[in-house]
């Protein structure tokens, strides 16, 4: 392992395309990034992952897709108008500003002890709806996806004809003008939410809370990241949130400390309620067979998909030495791995190029698939290992006359000859795809 675990993974992501600072061209802008080629593949790959096993696979999920600008009246329902602020401390000496809860009344900048009192300071983005800027036309950007789903709430139970327990669930960006962003993409302004209400009988809220808080920490075990450095835990009474009744977060060992991955929170009946006393509109269940009517209790797991991209980066870079010579590996999962499988012509002749290109389209119509027939092939099988591709499949000179590739382990390094006419079906077993 490299000594400092955090550069080494931030320089690889710069180095080979995932992350980007953004518009780096004009200097960038604080704490901002853009996804690279293989980012953007890599932060697919962990949208699908929740996606799979947070809708896909369950019969009790439904999504939704709401818009990030909405009726700011949603904002006044929820708390966020009032309550969504971080306390703000300036120093006297330096004028920068902090989170006073994150440093220990000492300027981290230049070290004084002079600083201002905290004040609130809220962090949705304001903006205008419109031509007219005057306050009628103010609106924000969402500071999470989770309104979303309470405002359509009787949308969807409607039109899908759901009974409690049923969830909805949301994947999309959310904005906060957060007041220190920093560790890369751990904290930004700008970052992507994947979040699922859950609503529930009142009564059955703490059974559901628990069953998904094991379910959200299996999710980060099964994607490949080891025991040891995940945990759960549950927030003290003084820590939660106004809304909440309880709450666990899912924390990752970070190269700086334990720290947040994903929330999950019993919101009690709280969002559903304030959005009928604010709306005039009743947000509850009815159950004709019974002629019982409750307003639901919600669970909900909160996850951030670029977080959560950072700690699977983290959890599977790994260095160590093949014939000889120290190599870059990461061993992600190879459902989050941007490719699965890379195709590598031995040499540019015409006729292994075009076999490598058949073998190529034909991994296409099931893997994202990488081509590449630059440099030697152990700088080639090098560079797969540093971007995670779990399996590479060379294209040599025998395969002109026997069909046959070889498919090279990541992990292992350890190869296997297998005819083209079962490779899909080989890779396929190999990658659990
Ligand atoms: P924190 O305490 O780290 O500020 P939070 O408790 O405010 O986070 P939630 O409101 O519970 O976070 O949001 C759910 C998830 O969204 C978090 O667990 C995290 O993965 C992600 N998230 C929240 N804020 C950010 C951010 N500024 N940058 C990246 N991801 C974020």
């Known amino acids: 392992m490299p000594e400092d675990l955090f550069d080494a993974v931030v320089n690889l992501c710069k180095r080979r395309g995932f992350v980007f600072p953004s518009a780096e061209i004009y200097g960038g802008i604080r704490s901002t990034y853009d996804y690279g080629p293989l980012g953007t593949l890599m932060l697919r790959n962990v949208r699908e992952a929740w996606w799979r096993a947070m809708v896909q696979e369950r019969d009790d999920v439904v999504p939704i897709e709401a818009a990030i600008l ?12 009032a309550t969504f602020a971080d306390p703000l401390v300036d120093c006297r000496n330096c004028h920068e500003r902090w989170r006073a809860d994150q440093i220990d009344g000492t300027c981290p900048s230049c070290g004084s002890k002079d600083l201002t009192d905290a004040r609130p300071f809220n962090l949705m983005f304001k903006t205008f709806v419109g031509p007219v800027e005057d306050d009628s036309s103010i ?9 979303g789903m309470f405002v359509n709430f009787a949308n969807v139970q409607s039109t899908t004809r759901r009974r409690p327990p049923f969830g909805i669930a949301q994947i999309g960006r959310s904005f906060r003008n957060e007041i220190t962003p920093g560790n890369f993409v751990f904290r930004t302004r700008e970052f992507e939410q994947m979040e699922m209400e859950y609503f529930v009988r009142p009564a059955d809220a703490p059974g559901w809370f628990e069953y998904w ?18 945990r759960l835990r549950s927030h003290v009474p003084e820590e939660l949130a106004h809304y909440a009744a309880a709450a666990t977060d899912v924390e990752f060992s970070f190269p700086w400390g334990w720290g947040e991955l994903e929330g999950i929170a019993n919101r009690t009946d709280f969002d559903l309620k304030a959005h009928s006393a604010h709306s005039g509109v009743r947000l509850e269940h009815f159950d004709q067979a019974t002629g019982e009517r409750y307003v639901p209790y919600v669970i909900e797991p909160a996850a951030g998909a670029t977080r959560a991209m950072m700690a699977f980066l983290l959890a599977a870079y790994d260095e160590d030495e093949v014939g000889g010579e120290r190599r870059v590996v990461l061993r992600l999962h190879p459902r989050i791995a941007p ?4 195709v590598l012509p031995l040499s540019r002749k015409p006729e292994l190029l075009e076999l ?25 099988y090098r560079r797969q290992d540093e971007i995670g591709t779990p399996l590479c499949v060379t294209v040599d000179f025998d395969s002109l006359s026997d069909r046959a590739v070889t498919v090279r382990d990541r992990d292992t390094t350890a190869q296997a000859r297998i005819g083209i006419d079962g490779l899909l079906a080989h890779l396929s077993e190999r990658l659990g795809a």
């Open 339 to 342: 490719y699965q499988v890379a």
């Open 213 to 230: 808080c094991a379910e959200r920490l299996a999710w980060y075990k099964r994607y490949g990241i080891p025991d040891r450095l995940l």
């Open 356 to 380: 490598a290109d058949e073998v190529a389209k034909a991994c296409r119509s099931r893997f994202q698939c990488e081509r590449d027939d630059t440099q030697s092939i152990g700088r080639r």
């Open 139 to 147: 609106a924000y950007l969402r500071p999470e996806t989770a309104q």
């Open 70 to 81: 909405t009726n700011p009246k949603v904002w006044e329902a929820s708390g966020h108008l």
